[in-house]
Every structure is written in C-alpha cells, then in structure tokens.
C-alpha cells in the first residue's frame, strides 16, 4: 500500500489546516485498518498524534492535540484527514500518516511500531 500525505504548510498562531493522506494499492482494503497520524519535530522523536477505527467511529487522540485536533476518514474515497485547529508553535513538524500493522485490530494504538505503510510526511510550520 501507498500512503500519500498532503496539505501542510506555513500558517501563523491560531490558524488551522487540514492535512490528507490517501491510499492507493492493488487489493488494498481500506476500511479494515486503523490509520492514524504521527508527528516528528527536529532532533525528537516521533509522536502519535491521533488514530481512528476502520469504521471512523471511534477516535482516539495524543494529549498535547486533544480539543484542537479531529481525526477522520472517508473509506469511499481511501482518506483519512487531521483537520488542525488553534495550531501552536509547538505544532510545527513532519507530519506522516500511517496504516495499522494489523487488520481489524480491535483497539486503537500508539506506537509507532504498531503501524506500517507510513507516508512521505508533510510539513507544517506554525510561526508565532
């Protein structure tokens, strides 16, 4: 499978962006994975930002986005979105999209180590 993360860009404090992953590949099911998005700011280490259930019905979301990020996905279209809002400095980062490691898992992940087919990345900039 092919992930392919778009939508990043320079944005001051306070504004929002909305960020797209699409999946594209032969026999690839969508909706029976988990996806979820990562984030990776200079010389640290990757962060979970937020996941989602194959269904879209249930979210789950890292502490320091929570309230501000929203998570969602349209198996119609294989895509799943982060829709950003009040962005902080803090925000700024790589940010990647990624695909469970395993289909129909029943709970929602954290680890990096527990997704597969990570996207390219795109990058956000929030200036101050």
């Known amino acids: 499978v092919q992930l392919q993360a778009s939508g990043g860009g320079l944005v001051q404090a306070g504004g929002s962006l909305r960020l797209s992953c699409a999946a594209s590949?032969?026999?690839?099911?969508?909706?029976?994975?988990?996806m979820a998005w990562f984030r990776q700011a200079p010389g640290k280490e990757r962060e979970f930002v937020a996941a989602v259930s194959g269904s879209g019905g249930s979210t789950y979301y890292g502490d320091s986005v929570k309230g501000r990020f929203t998570i969602s996905r349209d198996n119609a279209k294989s895509t799943v979105y982060l829709q950003m809002n009040s962005l902080k400095p803090e925000d700024t980062a790589v940010y990647y999209c990624a695909g469970d490691a395993q289909l129909l898992r029943a709970v929602l992940v954290t680890r990096p180590s527990d997704y597969t087919s990570w996207g390219q990345g795109t990058l956000v900039t929030v200036s101050s």
């Open positions: 590949g032969r026999n690839f099911i969508f909706s029976i994975y988990n």
